[in-house]
């Protein structure tokens, strides 16, 4: 199983920018595709951006113009840039790799947002 270490969460004034770093473990990073999800207290955990192996692109709708995501195969790393932050995009953001019917999850990093 792929392990995953995410890494860049902090506390962000609103309309700041904050970048995400997610590594990946194992030779299947570049054979998988690559999300970030997020879990706001109380809330269900909900996807924030999802990148192939093709490095075709989608987002969440409250996230869409604001959030980008990319990845690097030769350093194993996915990566979320969030810009313009808003209270409600705090959360814990979670990492999480697909190879196949293999899902796998980081532990979470902490973004807080404050107004």
């Known amino acids: 199983q792929v392990q995953l270490v995410e890494s860049g969460g902090g506390l962000v004034q609103a309309g700041g920018s904050l970048r995400l770093s997610c590594a990946a473990s194992g030779s299947t990073f570049s054979r998988s595709a690559m999300s970030w999800y997020r879990q706001a207290p109380g809330k269900q955990r909900e996807l924030v951006a999802r990148?192939?192996?093709?490095?075709?692109?989608n987002y969440g709708d409250p996230v869409k113009g604001r959030f980008t995501i990319s990845r690097d195969n030769a350093k194993n790393t996915v990566y979320l840039q969030m810009n313009g932050l808003r209270p409600e995009d705090t959360a814990i953001y979670y990492c999480?790799?697909?190879?196949?019917?293999?899902?796998?999850w980081g532990q979470g990093t902490q973004v807080t947002v404050s107004s």
């Open positions: 999480n790799a697909k190879f196949f019917d293999l899902n796998s």
């Open positions: 990148i192939t192996t093709t490095s075709s692109t």
